[in-house]
């Protein structure tokens, strides 16, 4: 049970890597640092996802801290949480969309927005670490709140919450940091086929976040799916993973073209 316990935390730790507002934000950290530093501006992942894993150990030792008094609340935060969530979801797929239409070169996000200036056009790879912290306030993601939800149903206190935090922010440094070692391949990419790939990474993170909003509103309204949080988390990740994929062939095919 514990290995499985730890499993399922460390997958939806992936998924969480895979939020679309983390997604715009490494990808725009990751371009405003490539000029300055290229080399370090590869891991803005890692440090981005360093940040955010403070707040989230943070919050899970409150949670197994409080234990039974946020038991009381823990329907409504959810419900209030996951409404936040889709709204966020959709906002930022709403943005994509009209970026996209408009041929911009990247990502948009729903928190970048509210960063102060200074971090939000920073050159300095390192602020990925500040930006991280901040977006580890609240409850806005559902693949947070059910780690949550664990750290406060395992029973085993402060520790136990923190352990379940902790392999949460393993998966969540996995996908964060290989997101911005391929944002770091395709800006680098100077061939012909980066507007298309652009495109391409641009629409999908629109679609990621439409289909987790649609996900979340269904288990709002009561809907029975025949699959867990499990199951859409792997096959999230499993897209993204796909999305990669394509932007390194397409990247390394124009490598090769440039060689010859």
């Known amino acids: 049970m514990l290995v499985t316990g730890a499993f399922t935390v460390f997958v939806l730790g992936l998924r969480h890597g895979a939020d679309p507002d983390h997604l715009a934000a490494i990808d725009n950290v990751t371009r405003s640092a ?5 080399r370090l501006s590869r891991f803005v992942g890692t440090f981005f996802a360093g940040g955010h894993t403070v707040m989230v150990l943070a919050i899970s030792a409150l949670v197994g801290l409080l234990g039974a008094r946020l038991g009381h ?7 209030i949480g996951t409404w936040i ?14 970026a ?5 070169d990247r990502v948009a996000g729903a928190k970048l927005r509210l960063l102060p200036r200074g971090l939000r056009d920073g050159t ?37 919450a923190v352990l379940v935090g902790a392999m949460f ?3 969540m440094i996995c996908t964060d940091t290989l997101d911005s070692l391929f944002v770091h391949r395709l800006i680098s990419d100077r061939s012909s086929r980066r507007p298309a790939v652009m495109r391409v990474w641009i629409l999908s993170v629109a ?16 809907l029975r799916m025949p699959f867990g949080d499990l199951t859409v988390s792997a096959v999230l990740v499993g897209a993204l993973s796909a999305v990669f994929a394509y932007i390194f062939v397409r990247t390394r095919r124009a490598e090769e073209t440039a060689a010859a």
Do not use: C, D, K, M
């Open 100 to 104: 996209l239409r408009r041929g911009a």
């Open 124 to 160: 300095n790879a390192l602020l990925a670490i500040p930006i991280g912290l901040l977006f580890g306030f609240g409850f806005e993601t559902s693949s947070q709140i059910v780690a949550y939800g664990l750290a406060f149903g395992n029973g085993n206190g402060i520790l136990g």
């Open 207 to 222: 679609l990621l976040a439409f289909a987790v909003a649609a996900y979340e509103l269904a288990g709002l309204f009561g």
């Open 85 to 98: 969530s889709v709204v966020v979801l959709v906002a930022i797929a709403v943005a994509n969309l009209r």
């Open 169 to 171: 922010s393993v998966g």
């Open 34 to 38: 490539y000029p300055r530093t290229p």
């Open 73 to 79: 609340h823990a329907a409504a935060i959810e419900t």
